[in-house]
């Protein structure tokens, strides 16, 4: 079975830091790796993807993921936050061998202050 | 309109009260979750249904029954609420036709059972 770990729990930053969330996934075939967010009140939505080609993945916002292949992670990144980004953070696999059945990880919480 | 859409977004009910979540998307997708989101555990899959003549369980199935009845409706019912049922609820639906499995969540509903 595939499992999704989600190092950082609780993240508190500055306005204008960088962030990086990790993720590390248990599966050994091909997979597809996401990243979606819960703004407070709000459902979640996509962030960003990963299927193939390009391992250095943008999504909205001015977020960016890296799949490495061969540390089984899909860390988020983003060079500067936002007072808006406040939010929570769930990384997401999927692979054949689970019928493409969304895993997913415990979630981080970002906290950003102004 | 949300595309996906979930009634009631609020609910407390009492220990052992029958309680229907409804789920309806206007996606036109053949797939269709519940997830339920605590605090810490992230979302956990609760049933999952291919298409209409297809139910499946998920991780946490126990206490919870669905029913899909239209490609269009799928509804979550809990038999006997407990309280350690207090969650958010979450209605999600697929593209088997989209590459990865992409989710694409409904707003929640928050229940609480006393």
């Known amino acids: 079975a595939q499992s999704v770990s989600q190092h950082n729990h609780h993240v508190i930053l500055s306005e204008a830091a960088s962030l990086e969330l990790g993720c590390n996934y248990s599966y050994g075939g091909t997979v597809n790796l996401f990243w979606y967010v819960q703004y407070p009140g709000q459902h979640l939505q996509l962030l960003l993807k990963y299927f193939s080609g390009d391992p250095l993945v943008k999504g909205i916002k001015g977020f960016e993921a890296e799949f490495i292949k061969s540390k089984f992670s899909f860390n988020l990144r983003k060079p500067s936050v936002q007072w808006s980004d406040t939010a929570e953070y769930f990384c997401?696999?999927?692979?054949?061998?689970?019928?493409?059945?969304?895993?997913f990880g415990r979630g981080t919480s970002l906290i950003v202050h102004p | 309109d949300a595309d996906v859409t979930q009634t009631p977004r609020n609910r407390i009910t009492k220990t052992g009260k029958r309680i229907m979540l409804e789920c309806s998307q206007t996606?036109?997708?053949?797939?269709m979750y519940w997830y339920r989101q605590d605090p810490g555990l992230g979302l956990r899959l609760i049933y999952y249904?291919?298409?209409?003549?297809?139910?499946n369980k998920g991780e946490i199935s126990d206490g919870y029954s669905v029913s899909r009845q239209a490609q269009a409706k799928f509804s979550l019912s809990l038999e006997s609420a407990i309280p350690n049922q207090t969650a958010l609820y979450f209605c999600?639906?697929?593209?088997?036709?989209?590459?990865?499995?992409?989710?694409?969540f409904g707003p929640g509903t928050r229940l609480t059972v006393t």
């Open positions: 996606k036109g997708h053949d797939r």
């Open positions: 249904s291919f298409d209409v003549k297809d139910i």
């Open positions: 997401a696999v999927t692979g054949p061998g689970g019928s493409y059945i969304p895993t």
């Open positions: 999600a639906t697929s593209d088997p036709g989209q590459a990865g499995n992409e989710q694409y």
